[in-house]
């Protein structure tokens, strides 16, 4: 479990240091990107799903890619 929620804080350090990520496995692809909108950022995906945070973003696509061993790139 630590070894996930390390990997979850890398993910989101990513998506608020470059703006997106993209997380791809065998039968998704899926991205994250931020935006910045009249209140601060806030985060989309390609299936355009909203968040406020990016916490909620990367726990979001971590729960789609089906577990953080199930992530290929």
């Known amino acids: 479990m630590e070894k996930n929620q390390k990997v979850i804080d890398e993910l989101i350090d990513v998506l608020e240091s470059k703006g997106e990520i993209i997380l791809k496995n065998e039968t998704n692809n899926l991205f994250i990107e931020s935006i910045d909108d009249k209140e601060g ?25 089906n577990r953080i061993e199930n992530i290929v790139d």
């Open 41 to 65: 950022y806030s985060y989309v995906s390609s299936t355009n799903e909203e968040f406020s945070t990016s916490k909620e973003a990367v726990e979001w696509l971590v729960k789609k890619m």
